[in-house]
């Protein structure tokens, strides 16, 4: 049993030995004694959740409301075979939350200033305030598709652990843009990346960091995102009249027109591991 001590949150990221030994967290009991993953089961909330970067383990915690008791110790127990264990823990802080951008292109299409300036504002709708802002040349392609979103994801072993790694195309074919969920902080990693295109907006900046820290969208084909707080909408209504639904000004909706966003879900943004003083 591993032990971290009074953090706002934890990034859990688990790298199996080899392809064919499944591996996973088998125990996480929270300081209040609750079992947020027991028997290599993520109960993430009211249901299952699976890990998005391929062949890595990666949960998020807070991922909703229910974990009061973020404050003492958290007990962390890891099954066999896995081959390498990232643990990340911060500590909560009063002053002004920063989060830093790693930022990879093919080509220099946009100005620093530009970019600087759209993660601004999306970061502000997260509470959040951009650190710093690095733009790098890399091999990597000018477009991708939603398949191929992460496939460039290597180029970030240059950028920088704790930093959000951003891929930044001409084009994401069918996409605004493609999130981790959650997303981790260590560069080089295939689940630290974020797909972009050149001209996004800061609506759809701020929904793919949403992805990141770990939020889902409220419905989509997959489920919902097993928060009492956001409300559900029937999944036809969801994808043939979207905005009649309830909760559609969401920033974490499927179809990206709001910029709102729950308590509960600005709990798990504010608690993320993200941001750093
Ligand atoms: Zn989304």
């Not at 409300?231 to 974490?252: F, I, Y």
């Not at 798990?268 to 941001?275: A, G, H, K, N, Q």
């Amino acid at each position: 049993m591993l032990e971290v001590g009074d953090v706002r949150g934890l990034l859990l990221v688990l790298q199996p030995e080899s392809e064919d030994t499944p591996t996973g967290i088998k125990e996480l009991i929270a300081p209040d004694g609750t079992m947020v993953v027991a028997d290599h089961v993520y109960q993430a909330g009211d249901g299952d959740r699976l890990a998005t970067a391929e062949g890595q383990t990666v949960l998020a915690i807070p991922h909703n409301a229910e974990t009061d008791a973020l404050e003492g110790n958290w007990l962390i127990q890891i099954a066999s075979g896995a081959g390498r264990f990232e643990i990340w823990a911060a500590a909560d802080d009063d002053g002004v939350r920063h989060v830093d951008i790693v930022v990879f292109t093919s080509e220099i299409r946009v100005f620093q200033t530009d970019l600087e300036s759209r993660f601004e504002q999306a970061l502000q709708l997260l509470g959040f305030e951009l650190g710093t802002l690095e733009l790098h040349l890399a091999e990597m392609r000018d477009t991708v598709d939603e398949d191929s979103a992460f496939v460039d994801y290597a180029v970030s072993s240059s950028g920088r652990d704790g930093a959000i790694s951003v891929l930044l195309y001409e084009d994401v074919v069918g996409l605004d843009g493609k999130a981790s969920v959650p997303g981790t902080l260590g560069a080089g990693e295939r689940g630290n990346v974020i797909a972009l295109e050149d001209d996004a907006a800061p609506l759809i900046i701020a929904h793919e960091i949403g992805h990141f820290v770990g939020l889902l969208h409220p419905v989509d084909g997959g489920g919902s995102d097993f928060l009492e707080s956001t409300p559900l909408c029937p999944l036809d209504t969801v994808l043939d009249e979207p905005l009649s639904c309830p909760g559609s000004d969401n920033l974490m909706f499927r179809h990206i027109t709001g910029s709102s966003l729950t308590d509960e879900q600005r709990f798990v943004i504010e608690r993320s591991v993200i941001w750093h003083p």
